[in-house]
C-alpha cells in the first residue's frame, strides 16, 4: 500500500513562508503527478499545485507566483514552498499522488496537514 506523509503545517502570520513535505513510500518516479490540494472548512477541495514526472507544474491562480512545488526523488519527496502567505490560504494541505502506467486511475491521499495564516 502506498503510503504519503505529509508535515511542515502551522500557524504563521501573513506575509510568512512556510515549506510542506510529502513524504512517499516506495519510488516517487512511478507516480504520473504528484499535487498538493487544500480545502478550507465549508469549501470544496481545490486543486493547488502539480508537477509531473518530466517537471512540469500547474498552479492555481490564487497562488501563482508564491508557491512553489518541487520533489527530490533521492528522497521519494515532494515539497510545497509557500511564501506571502495570506489569511485566504488557510486550509488544511493534502498531498495527492495520481496515475502509473499500469493503472492510470490510481489515487492516493495523505492525511493532510493544517495551515492556519493569522495575526
Known amino acids: 500500500q502506498v503510503q504519503l506523509v505529509e508535515s511542515g503545517g502551522g500557524l504563521v502570520q501573513p506575509g510568512g513562508s512556510l515549506r510542506l513535505s510529502c513524504a512517499v513510500s516506495?519510488?516517487?518516479?512511478?507516480?504520473?503527478?504528484m499535487d498538493w490540494f487544500r480545502q478550507a472548512p465549508g469549501q470544496e477541495r481545490e486543486l493547488v499545485a502539480r508537477i509531473n514526472r518530466g517537471g512540469g507544474t500547474n498552479y492555481a491562480d490564487s497562488v501563482k507566483g508564491r508557491f512553489t512545488i518541487s520533489r527530490d526523488n533521492a528522497r521519494d519527496t515532494v515539497y510545497l514552498q509557500m511564501n506571502s502567505l495570506k489569511p485566504e490560504d488557510t486550509a488544511v494541505y493534502y498531498c495527492?499522488?495520481?496515475?502509473?502506467?499500469?493503472?492510470?486511475?490510481?489515487?492516493?491521499w495523505g492525511q493532510g496537514t493544517q495551515v492556519t495564516v493569522s495575526s
Open positions: 495527492h499522488a495520481a496515475a502509473t502506467q499500469s493503472d492510470p486511475t490510481f489515487s492516493s
Open positions: 516506495g519510488n516517487i518516479n512511478r507516480f504520473i503527478v
